[in-house]
């Protein structure tokens, strides 16, 4: 064999090495990154789970544990009141029908705990008066819950590849969320076989493409899911704020980058509602002073699902302090003035004219004109509310 043909088959060899390498390190490249994502969602669906639990479980205590008439029947051990209340809570919220009192030390320093134990999860309410003075200390009453119906009641869809696990615990961290997904699929195969062929460079823009594509696309994806799944009005809402506010942006001169984080936190600026009891969200009456307060929490949880995305730092700010009002009366901090990060004070007008002139279960739309007579009168930004009313004019 002639020294040609032993170069040609040494550079065979070599390519074949060079292409099994690239290939080997695409699929573990490819491995990590779907790892990642994986995990990511999955902290994102157990947070989702935790904060809806804990909704609930707040709504039992204030509604039925810090109250003369609950106390009074478990000092008395009137069964009969019990088994009203028992049947009155397990349809309104998501506890099984198994109440029972309990001989427990209780010193009132919180509200409930949740335990998880043997693969049961239980929550124990202390049982306070109304004014919340004066407690039972020697009793407790113990709902037991079924994480797995609650997900799949409320967070799942047909396509679900995760399951609850329960981990004995003596607080939430016990409700795990699993996904079952398996990181490589066949289409990942095939990719590490195209990327070989393209060479180290072009593994790397696909791996940087992949990450970008999973946090902004992906990942909004899953959350906008959730979102609509619970609440429908909320959803569209979401998309209409969001579509003003990028008007309102495009009229300040904002550049495209600028508009579509906009863009991102209108669509997200609710999403912290999926912590909230649907019973609270969709009430056709007035909310309750405790009622509202619990919807206030939603822009505090919102900025912690949009946080867990590290490329929507920006756009987490902005959900957390869309409610935030010129004058400090709005939250969750009561920011004033300059303190309120601008685009939130965009995405504010936005929010409040979208609300204004849509139809809701307890009152019609106004029309635009009154809406923007009840803006004027409210601590908006007037700069962003005179944007909007002149467009409207036209």
Known sequence: MDSSHVICLNNKLVNIIIFLIIFILSLFGLHQLNSDRISENEDLTENALHAFIISNANGVSNGYFQWDEMLRAVLNNNQ??????????????????????IEKRFDGSALYDIITRDGTTYIEFGIFDSNADFYSPDQMIRFSIDPQNIFDQTLSNPKSKYHVEIIDSSGIEGIRVINTEKPLQLFHYVSAFSLAL???????????????????????SNIVMLLSKKDSYTAE????????AVFIASQLGYSKKEQRTLLKAGHLHDIGKIGISESILNKSGKLLYEEYEEIKKHSLIGYEIVSHFPNLKEVALIVKHHHELLDGSGYPDGLKGSEIPFKSQILNVADVFNALTTDRPYRKGFDKVQAFEIMAQMPLNQELVTILRTHYKK
């Open 80 to 101: 009969a009141q019990l088994n009203r209340y028992e049947n009155e809570i397990t349809s309104m919220f998501s506890m099984n029908d198994d109440m029972e009192i």
């Open 198 to 220: 393209l060479g180290l460079f072009l593994i790397q823009s696909f791996r940087q493409f992949s990450i970008t594509s999973h946090y902004e696309i992906d990942g909004l």
């Open 237 to 244: 809402h979401s998309i209409e704020v969001a579509n003003i």
